[in-house]
């Protein structure tokens, strides 16, 4: 496997973690470039359940580097946690895993901001997963960040969270919040940042060490293409580039060394908090609940759910670049009569085959379908493209015409071995 990119072609939560670990046994390197804790990849090792928030998902396999790249924010007390609850696990992080000294911190004065941020918009709410994660991106552009570096370098560290804490407080206390105290906030910090020290490394040059010595390296998305603050559906989006570009500025690999971009798609639509969904549908967002799916893997709350968007996921073909795609919970699909997937958008008279730029005009939307007949029987058990229904495979081949790229993989269920190569 060469260096690969792999992102969400939709709104997040595609299935990016199962796909990672099943691509993991083929590399060398994980990477996660960009966003935070407010990631939950799932991945199941036969009944076991690991839900990644900001290691890479590459960790559950034996003796992969797996990197926190300079692009991601790190909310070092839950990283702590995580790795934590790892080794509980008996999942071997110590030697595997590298936090970049150049990524930002987020602390409780950004997941306060974002709650108050969104108190105050009320029913203009993005409903983020108030983990500090557009406050932390806003201090890094602003350039008053607090970075890894710093974390770790106690009376550096000292001085400049005194400075930040004594701004952030002033704005909590205009929002009618309690402001922050220094001690506890800096006690908890330093405690983090002496547990993460061994692994805070200079990433880039690893990472380039591992270019020159020939290494396979996977990039891991997190979020999706219409969560990139660029790209999505602005404002509602996160804060940082989810996009197959946000892979070079987010660990410091140059783009000639990418050879691959992977995309990965549900066989329908889903997304957790506000913005358009033009393909949204009740029905069927009431069928895979009744299923127990489409529960969010950070915060829990219900999936929407919709028909699968080829309009959208033209767009992120385009914006990515995406060579090949891996299709998932096609399983989701086994009981549904006549499957739709929405081939244009509506408004009024005017007719879009692309996604508008304008919020606005995406809100207002109208789905055009196409139909197909449903298979209606399990394909959990499928292991090669053969063992698909070929109703099953008439769709995806029709998903993937649509979408312009190369259907690659397509899996029927959250295990390692539900997985189909095409
Ligand atoms: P991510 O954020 O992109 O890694 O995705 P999440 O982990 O948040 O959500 C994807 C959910 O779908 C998880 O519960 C996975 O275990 C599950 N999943 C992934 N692929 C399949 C599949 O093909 N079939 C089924 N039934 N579940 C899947
Ligand atoms: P993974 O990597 C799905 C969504 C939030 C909200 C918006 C902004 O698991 O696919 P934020 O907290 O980032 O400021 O929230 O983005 N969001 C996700 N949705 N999957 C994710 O990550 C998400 N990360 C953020 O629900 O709409
Ligand atoms: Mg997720």
Redesign the pocket.
């Known amino acids: 496997m060469a260096n690969t990119i792999l992102v969400?072609a939709q709104?997040?939560?595609?299935g990016?973690?199962k796909i990672i670990d099943v691509l993991t046994e083929d590399a060398d390197v994980v990477v996660r470039y960009a966003?935070?804790n407010?990631?939950?990849?799932t991945v199941f090792i036969g009944p076991q359940k690991y839900i990644l928030h900001l290691v890479p998902s590459g960790i559950l396999r034996k003796r992969k580097l797996c990197v926190i790249g300079n692009g991601v924010v790190v909310d070092p007390v839950s990283l702590v946690e995580e790795i934590k609850g790892l080794r509980q696990l008996g999942v071997k992080v110590d030697a595997n895993l590298a936090l970049s000294e150049t990524a930002h911190v987020v602390f409780p004065y950004h997941r306060e901001l974002?709650a108050q941020r969104e108190t105050l918009k009320g029913k203009h709410k993005?409903?983020?997963?108030?983990?500090g994660?557009?406050p932390a991106y806003g201090d890094k552009a602003a350039r008053v960040g607090l970075r890894v570096i710093d974390l770790i370098t106690p009376d550096r560290f000292e001085a400049k969270l005194r400075r930040r804490l004594k701004e952030n407080n002033e704005v909590l206390k205009a929002f009618g919040a309690k402001p922050l105290s220094f001690k506890s906030v800096h006690a908890a910090y330093r405690a983090a940042g002496d547990f993460l020290k061994p692994f805070v490394k200079n990433t880039v040059v690893l990472l380039h060490e591992a270019c020159q010595r020939g290494d396979r390296i996977l990039f891991e998305?997190?979020?999706?293409t219409f969560?990139d603050l660029d790209h999505g559906t602005y404002p509602?989006?996160?804060?940082s580039n989810t996009t197959a570009g946000g892979a070079c500025t987010g660990s410091g690999v140059p783009p000639h060394r990418m050879d691959r971009v992977v995309g990965v798609m549900k066989a329908y639509t889903t997304?957790?908090?506000?913005?358009p969904l033009p393909t949204e549908n009740a029905e069927i967002a009431d069928m895979l609940h009744a299923m127990g799916r489409e529960f969010?893997?950070?915060?829990g709350?219900p999936r929407r759910c919709g028909w699968f968007d080829a309009v959208a996921v033209r767009h992120a073909t385009m914006v990515n670049g995406i060579d090949d795609l891996a299709v998932t919970n096609l399983d989701g699909l086994d009981t549904v009569a006549t499957i739709k997937v929405c081939i244009g958008y509506r408004v009024g008279k005017a007719r879009y085959d692309y996604v508008p730029a304008d919020v606005e005009v995406l809100s207002q939307c109208e789905a055009v379908y196409a139909e197909f007949e449903g298979w209606r029987e399990p394909t959990s058990a499928a292991r090669k493209w053969k063992d698909l229904p070929v109703k099953a495979r008439a769709y995806l081949k029709a998903l993937a015409e649509l979408s312009g790229a190369n259907l690659a993989i397509v899996s029927v269920g959250p295990g390692r071995e539900q997985t189909i190569f095409v």
């Open positions: 969400g709104w997040g939560d595609e990016k973690g966003g935070g407010n990631a939950g990849h974002d993005i409903g983020t997963t108030k983990r994660i557009g998305g997190a979020q999706g969560l509602f989006v996160t804060s997304r957790v908090g506000e913005g969010g893997a950070t915060t709350r």
